[in-house]
């Protein structure tokens, strides 16, 4: 029983979490990106 406590439930929480995290950091960098685009935006009006 312990054995597959480590071997299945353990690996699977990490997957988890790994998962969780990707989308966290991909949601982060996609909202960034955009307030970057939007700030380019501001500066090439305040240009004109």
Known sequence: ???FVFDYI????????NHY????????????HTDLSIIKSQLRKDEK
Request: glycine share 0%; charged share 15%.
């Open 10 to 17: 353990i690996p699977n929480i990490l997957l988890q979490i």
């Open 1 to 3: 029983m312990q054995l």
């Open 21 to 32: 995290l990707c989308e966290k950091m991909s949601k982060q960098k996609l909202s960034v």
